[in-house]
């Protein structure tokens, strides 16, 4: 059933946007003067900075460290209704969107819901190899590592006992290197006063990597860098290694190689949005909607898809999936409904492309602005001090700030809570 | 099958201490110079500062603000040994405690596991009321508060949106007392001008309460503030009304009034851990040991039990189950085995007041300090300054002091997430 707040009976266009992320959260926040109804749904409460979100796993921050709830982000923003709801189908030629809890008519549709984890096929490896794209995903990886540390304490054989201490993080891109460096560090620093019976400094962490190096979307000179300063910090780095098996005892890889360990992370493969389907547009592999040049479906001029969910080539590469393409598509979708409303032509879009960064862990990270390389301290007082600014909110900003300067200063984390999901496990 | 590390074969007589709250840490710490060794064990890997867990419960404050890996509190003291695990049964006869993953044989034994909630009898309410004693209790609790706001705003029928903003705490305790009284602020001053179709401020909070008055344990004066001060905040206090049910669509009360809410939260009975039966001791109706002045078990010298678990009476009245007595327990059965270590005759356990306190919302507190009674502005900075001095570690502390300093100037609750769980419920 329809509501009837929201019915196209209504004065103002009702436009809906689906999902929270920086593309929904942008698309939104630019209609703040266009003369229409917003209703934008996310089946979370809040906006998750997840750029941030592999600190959150690794016990450095807190979850609302780097989350903020959405309708508090938009109190000021009076055209905008916010739902928590989750979407269960789009009807494109019906023009509504079923939600679990009801349903919303649109005149205009932004389809934002980004994307999930893909396992390639092999579903019975999710159980076994926790990814990272969701708070929840971050509270669970968490629970695993600092869990993996208690029982390896625990444990009398030094054989389970090493199997507990061994992490194998799958895919060497953005995620898996900042999880596998934070591990390392965790290992080498944090614990090893901590513990009695197991030495976490013998803890072994392996980054596994299909392709022939690590981020892959950085030059190659940024790529060997990092590479050398993994090693440096212990992380035992296996290119060209494809996985061909993952269950409760460890990884099997295509050089018949096997890692036995309790502690499996998926930093390797993403999926869009199953939503995408269901536009009735044409997808790539990756399950990605091609668009036309203003983000709309061709065959729907009033639908966009943003973010990760959209394939959109330029000078014959697809966009990266990052945050800053995923606002500036937001903004730009919100400029071409302005447009049409003052039925005017909008305009195609430029994805402007000011530079990649990487952190590898204390110290160390890599950036590349067109040309300007910078690896290693000023690499990291680069990311750092752009994470920073980019953090949604003054005191999330003022308080991650203080979290980290305690951890480099004491080599803490202050998150190191397990709860939930079983204790005991 | 006992550890060998742990075995009775080794140099030094063997501590083992259950659970890692005010009474085993405290325990443990007081160890620190004594020649034995130490297992500390806890099924969650953290001490928790339980006076402040209402504070997560209500999106105050995110759950590592108050809580410290125990075994990092202890990395200093190298004569222990933390244990994250699950005591499944304790051999008084045969000096054995058995875990869930092994067993320790004890030279003396200390157990300080505290309470959990009773349903009295009511177990089918506990799907219903949700309790306060752990850190993912509260994490529940503020994913059913939080998310009772989001399913009102989604709701288009009055009746069913009033249930959602209803809200039934059971037990008027200092923990009732603070959940009602926060409850009431975020309703009145917190998520306002969030929303769009549910009106946070029409929210009904009741505090049932089985006896004559708030804060029972307090003199009668504070009490009768307090439940001035509760009615002005606007929340609707019942005394003398006892809950005969519980279910998913509201509470009966005994003079057959009925609050329909879809949030229950219970804060009303405290049963002491089932290990207690385990001892061969007598115990209380609630399931407290009896146990001798010096807090060991008459049968079993080498036994003690301490906190919310040990029956003490001092000038005919039952000790409080409050942090400080647990506190004080903890330190004197160290000092108890200290003296029993050089044959030296343990002095009596004595229980030093110093006074009790409770808040009840923004400015508004009651503390009583023997003779010394104070409400109001000057009670709420003495819990604040009182609460702030006794978290542990400076960090938390000061995270804290900013946390709660952003709030008071804006209203605002920096932990509002609603994580795990199933989001959408």
Redesign the interface.
């Known amino acids: 059933m329809p ?3 929201t019915g196209r009976t209504a004065p103002l266009p009702h436009v809906a946007i689906l999902g929270g992320g920086f593309g929904g959260l942008w698309a939104t926040r630019a209609l703040r003067h266009a003369p229409v109804r917003v209703t934008l749904v996310d ?4 906006h998750l900075f997840q750029p941030l979100l592999y600190q959150v796993a690794t016990a450095g921050l ?4 780097i ?3 959405l ?2 982000i ?3 923003q009076r055209n ?7 979407v269960q189908g789009i009807d494109v030629a019906a023009r509504r969107v079923t939600l ?3 349903a919303l008519d649109y005149d205009y549709l932004v389809v934002a819901t980004g994307s999930g984890n893909t396992w390639f096929g092999h579903d019975g490896w999710a159980r076994h190899a926790t990814g990272l794209k969701t ?2 995903d971050a ?1 669970a990886i968490r629970r695993r590592i ?2 993996a540390f ?2 390896a ?2 444990e ?1 054989d030094p054989g389970r006992r090493a199997e507990w201490l061994t992490f194998v993080i799958i895919g060497a891109g953005p995620t898996g290197v900042e999880l596998a460096g934070t591990l390392a560090e965790i290992a080498q620093h944090t614990l090893p ?5 197991a030495d976490p400094r013998s803890a072994r962490i392996h980054l596994v990597e299909a392709g022939p190096r690590v981020l892959a979307s950085m030059p190659e000179a940024l790529s060997a860098w990092s590479l050398k300063r993994l090693r440096r910090m212990g992380v035992e780095v296996h290119l060209k290694a494809a996985v061909t098996e993952v269950d409760d005892r460890g990884v099997a890889l295509n050089d018949g190689a096997r890692i036995a360990t309790r502690t499996v992370l998926w930093a390797a493969g993403v999926a869009a949005s199953p939503l995408g389907a269901q536009l009735g547009a044409r997808c790539d592999r990756a399950g990605r909607v091609h668009v036309a040049p203003d983000l709309s479906l061709p065959a729907h001029p009033e639908v966009f898809v943003i973010g990760d969910l959209a394939h959109v080539e330029q000078a014959g590469e697809l966009l990266p999936g990052l945050a800053p393409t995923a606002k500036q598509m937001g903004a730009h979708v919100a400029r071409v409904i302005r447009a049409r409303l003052r039925h005017r032509a909008p305009r195609p879009f430029r994805y402007r492309d000011y530079g990649t960064l990487a952190t590898i862990g204390r110290n160390a990270a890599v950036v590349d602005l067109h040309g300007l390389k910078l690896t290693g301290l000023a690499a990291w007082w680069f990311w750092l001090v752009a994470h920073l600014f980019f953090l949604i909110g003054f ?1 999330n900003r ?2 991650v700030m ?2 980290w300067a ?1 951890s480099y200063l004491t080599w ?1 984390r ?8 079983g ?2 496990r």
Do not use: C, K, Y
Request: avoid cysteine; charge should be positive.
């Open positions: 509501r009837a707040s089946r979370a409460n809040h807190s979850g609302p460290d989350a903020a709830p309708r508090h938009l109190r000021r905008v209704t916010v739902w928590m709801d989750e679990m809890h009801g708070m929840d509270l600092l869990g208690e029982a304490e625990r009398a006063r901590e513990f009695r019976i005191r003022l308080i203080i979290d305690w803490q202050n998150a190191r809570l397990i709860v939930g999901g204790r005991g």
